[in-house]
Structure formats: C-alpha cells, structure tokens
C-alpha cells in the first residue's frame, strides 16, 4: 500500500481485492528507518473498510511495545524486524497469543543464518530485497542466497517466505525460483493503468517459474 494514494486506501484496496492475497501495509517511524509513513489509526480504519487480509510490516523501533496492537486491530500477519528486538521468539508468540500470525523481517545488510533455528516460531519470513525505508528502490538480486537459505532451513515448516522490495514483472521470477512464496509489489501495481490486471499478471509470473 506504500505505492497507494493516501488519500484513496479503502479505494485502492477495494480496486485489487479480487487479485491479491493480502494487502501490504509499510508502517515506518522515522527512526528505525528515515522515513515516516502510516500508524495503528490508519490500519485500524483501513480494516473496517476492506476483507482483504492485512499483512503489516513493521519497520519501526520498540516493536514490543507497538506490535501487539497491529494484531489487536485485526491484522492478519504483523511482521518486525530482527534488528529492532533483543528476543523475537517472545514477541512472536505474544502475536499469535494476541490472534496474527507472526513475521520476522530481515532487512538489507543483517545476516540470515542466525534466525534459520527461529523458524518453526514464525508464520513468516520477510527477506528485504532492498534496504528497508523506501519504496521503488532497485531490486539486490544478491539478496535472495538470502531466500534460498531459508528454503534449506525450511523443512516441512509450513513457513512463508515473503519477499519485500523491488518486485515488478522483471524481478519476480527470480524471487520464485529462489523459494519465495510471498510477494511485495508496489509500484508494480498501483503503478500501472489495471493495478487488478498486473497483481494477476505478477502472479501467473510467479507460479510458472516455481513450477
């Protein structure tokens, strides 16, 4: 929603419902990365107004405090980052105490292999593709061994592995073929003429390049 018209959420929600899984919401604090987006009052009235699931992504500092407010409102999955908590384990279990499933996000430059053990902890896995902060960066193919270590480490988990950053029609095949099963798009589809028509399009890009 990041890429959506403020001023038109439940409108831009409602023009893809019937093409997406969920719907991404950025939230950004200005101090766990620089830039400053939407809160908990928004997400709260952005659920009466649609049922497409929420998928909230928390960057944002003291995520222990906020998180759980995220999965109050009604979210259906609240991710946050390794970087901004010292005990991920008990936060994920405080989400899905409170009714989300939970996420764990990896941003950028931080190391994937000491969360792999996690795993069966969480619903999901968010690998950035980019440096989180900022939409319509370029997608870091480099960053899916990323993806590709989590899907070793994966097993029979029934874990999603979400991937955040630079997806369009150009980069998501390779995003599939690594082992991501959650896809980010932006840009991609609030901006194209048919945001409905290229979410479908995107995602008939994934499926044939995971099969």
Known sequence: ?????????ADEAAAVADAVDWLHVDVMDNHFVPNLTIGLPVVESLRRATDVPLDCH???DDPDRWAIGYAEAGAYNVSFHAE???????????????????GLAIDRDTLIEPYLDLLPEFDTLLVM????????????????????AVKAARGDLSVRIEVDGGINADTIEQAAQAGADAFVAGTAIYGADD?????RALR????????
């Open 195 to 199: 945001p409905a028509a290229a979410a």
């Open 129 to 148: 593709t980019i440096k989180a902060g900022f939409g319509g960066q370029r997608f870091l193919p480099e960053l899916l061994d990323k993806v590709r």
């Open 84 to 102: 901004a908590t010292d005990d991920p384990v008990a936060l994920a279990r405080r989400l899905r105490a409170a009714g989300s499933k939970a």
């Open 1 to 9: 929603m990041l890429a959506a018209d403020f001023a038109r959420l």
């Open 204 to 211: 008939e890009r994934a499926r044939a390049a995971a099969s």
């Open 58 to 60: 928390l960057m944002i």
